[in-house]
């Protein structure tokens, strides 16, 4: 969901360290895949691909191979209680403008729910984990990105 109301459905995979893959489901033409040094974010529609290195997103932080909050290039915005669990907000410590990752979890197991994005224009995107399975083995090729070659695709 983002912070203008826009609701979206999708797939995610993590592996830990340094890989994620985020498929929405149509319509939304959205693809984000890092392949542990950088995130790619693709629009299908447009078929124009974006190049971001990971640690420049809130994305390399929740794929690092160990989240710790006492790590140095980390900013620890605020941490609250809620319900029956916590809320962490951390941002780049040597760019805390740059936008913040909100961590939700759930208590008694604790369990990570959902996370929020606020990047630097104030632009909420959450992610909401729903039914999540975890242990799986997972192809290494969902973190591989190719961009297409867009002018045979009409052929």
Known sequence: ???DGGYAKGTLHLWRPGRMRLEYDPPVPVLIVADSRFLIYFDKELGQTSYLGLDSTPAGFLIRDRISLDDPRV????????GGGMEVTVARADDPLAGDLTLVF??????????????AQGIVTTVSLVNPRTGM???????RFEAPDMQHQDN
Request: hydrophobic share 45%; net charge positive; proline share 6%.
């Open 1 to 3: 969901m983002s912070s």
């Open 75 to 82: 900013a620890i915005k605020e941490f609250r209680h809620v």
């Open 106 to 119: 759930g208590d008694k197991p604790l369990v990570l729910k959902k996370w929020m994005v606020t990047d």
């Open 137 to 143: 083995k997972l192809d290494p090729g969902l973190f």
